[in-house]
C-alpha cells in the first residue's frame, strides 16, 4: 500500500512543483499571493469538462481549447482589478484583501452554474499498468510527464530567457525597469497569461483524473503556495524537495490518518519552516532586551 501511495505523492509533488513555479511568477511582481490563481486552477477544470461533453471532440482538445480561456479570462481579470491597484503602488495587503475577494465571489458564481458536485471529465475504464505490484493508469502517468515538462519549461522559461529576465527585473524596481524601456504592462500581461494558464492546464488534469468543485482550486493552490513558500525563488533543487517532499509526506500519512488532516499537516510544515527560519535569525542585542 505504501509504495502505491508514495507514487501518488511523487505525482503531487511534481504538480506541486509545476503551479509553485507559476506561482512565483506573479509573485515576483506583485509580492503577494493572488488567490484568483485558485479561480483558475478550477475553472480549468470545469472549462474542459464542458468542452468534453461536445459529441466527437477528444479530452486533449477539450483540455487544449480550456487552457487559451483561462489565460484570456485572467488577463480580462487582471485588467479590471489588480491593473489598477498595480498603477496605484497599493500595498501587498490590499492586493492579496482584493484577490481573496475575487476568490471568494468567483466561487460563488462557479457553484451557481455547476453547482457543488463533483464533475469528472469524460469519466469511464481508462488503461492500467502494472509497477511494482500496483496498479497505475495511463492517465496518471500522462499527468506525471506534463508535470515534469512543464516545471523544466516554466523554470528555464524564468531563468534562460529574456521574459524571466524582465520579470524579475520587474520584480526588483519595477521604476527602474521602466526607465530601462521595458514595457511593464505588456510583461505583466504576458505573466498573467502564463500563471493562469498552467493554472487551468493542471485543474483540467485534475479534472480528468479526479473530478473538479468548486473549492478544488483552492486546496491545491495554497498547498502551492506553502511549497513556493519553503522552497524560496532563488534556485531550482530547494523548490523541487519542497515539493515531493510535501507530495509525499501528504500521501504517506493516508496510511495512518484520514485525509482531513491533510490541510493541517501542510501548514504545519509552514509553520514549522517559519519558525525554523525566525530561529536562525541573529537579532541585535537591543532587540533582545
Do not use: C
Not at 500496483?134 to 496518471?140: A, C, D, G, R, S
Request: proline share 3%.
Amino acid at each position: 500500500m505504501y509504495s502505491y501511495l508514495a507514487f501518488l505523492g511523487i505525482i503531487d509533488g511534481f504538480q506541486l512543483l509545476f503551479l509553485s513555479i507559476a506561482l512565483s511568477v506573479l509573485f515576483r511582481i506583485e509580492k503577494t499571493l493572488n488567490f484568483g490563481l485558485a479561480v483558475a486552477f478550477t475553472l480549468g477544470g470545469y472549462i474542459a469538462y464542458e468542452f468534453s461533453l461536445l459529441p466527437g471532440l477528444p479530452v486533449w482538445a477539450a483540455i487544449t481549447i480550456a487552457v487559451p480561456i483561462v489565460a484570456l479570462l485572467g488577463i480580462l481579470l487582471d485588467f479590471v482589478t489588480f491593473w489598477p491597484l498595480y498603477k496605484k503602488n497599493a500595498s501587498v495587503l490590499v492586493v492579496m484583501t482584493t484577490s481573496l475577494g475575487v476568490y471568494f465571489a468567483s466561487s460563488g458564481i462557479l457553484q451557481l452554474f455547476w453547482g457543488t458536485e463533483v464533475l469528472v471529465i469524460q469519466p469511464g475504464p481508462s488503461m492500467t499498468f502494472q509497477l511494482a505490484g500496483f496498479n497505475i493508469t495511463h492517465i496518471q502517468l500522462q499527468n506525471l510527464a506534463i508535470y515534469i515538462m512543464g516545471s523544466l519549461l516554466l523554470y528555464s522559461a524564468m531563468v534562460l530567457t529574456n521574459f524571466g529576465r524582465r520579470i524579475r527585473a520587474m520584480g526588483e524596481n519595477t521604476m527602474l525597469a521602466s526607465a530601462l524601456g521595458f514595457n511593464v504592462r505588456k510583461i505583466r500581461i504576458a505573466s498573467v497569461a502564463l500563471a493562469y494558464g498552467t493554472m487551468g492546464i493542471a485543474g483540467a488534469l485534475i479534472g480528468r483524473e479526479y473530478g473538479v468543485s468548486a473549492n478544488t482550486g483552492l486546496s491545491v493552490f495554497l498547498s502551492a503556495a506553502v511549497v513556493m513558500i519553503v522552497g524560496g525563488l532563488v534556485s531550482f533543487w530547494p523548490i523541487f524537495i519542497a515539493a515531493i517532499g510535501l507530495g509525499l509526506v501528504k500521501n504517506l500519512s493516508l496510511g495512518m490518518i484520514s485525509d482531513q488532516w491533510q490541510p493541517t499537516i501542510t501548514f504545519a510544515i509552514l509553520v514549522s519552516y517559519i519558525l525554523y527560519s525566525l530561529s536562525k535569525i541573529r537579532y541585535p542585542d537591543i532587540v533582545k532586551r
